[in-house]
Nanobody, 124 residues
Framework: QVQLAESGGGSVQAGGSLRLTCAAS????????MGWFRQTPGAEREGVASLHTPTGTTDYADSVKGRFTISRDNIDNMLYLQMNSLKPEDTAMYYC?????????????????WGQGTQVTVSS
């Protein structure tokens, strides 16, 4: 049974950093894509960053480029999101997700499995 478990969220002041971790288990094969999405109340879930596992190519939302870094530990099946220079507008619930097949990196419909989310709150 596939499971994704996020951790590392919390409250931080603007300019601070957090590192989110996603522990993936139960996969019989490596997902094609692993990514992070975020959602605020009343808004659609939006793509933050994604990693194409066959090539290592990464994609980022324009709003986080240069501040966030997605990475993966192949051995321990962990996905990370290093978030630096955090802003109040980064406040959201952050979700880890995997896609079995390729597609547009921030297309939610391509992602098959989702974690429960971890809350990130950035105060000004």
């Amino acid at each position: 049974q596939v499971q994704l478990a996020e951790s590392g969220g919390g409250s931080v002041q603007a300019g601070g950093s957090l590192r989110l971790t996603c522990a993936a288990s139960g996969y019989s094969s490596t997902p094609n894509r692993m990514g992070w999405f975020r959602q605020t109340p009343g808004a659609e879930r939006e793509g933050v960053a994604s990693l194409h596992t066959p090539t290592g190519t990464t994609d980022y939302a324009d709003s986080v480029k240069g501040r966030f870094t997605i990475s993966r530990d192949n051995i321990d099946n962990m996905l990370y999101l290093q978030m630096n220079s955090l802003k109040p507008e980064d406040t959201a619930m952050y979700y880890c997700a995997t896609a079995a097949w390729g597609g547009i990196w921030n297309d939610r419909s391509r992602y098959n499995d989702w974690g429960q989310g971890t809350q990130v709150t950035v105060s000004s």
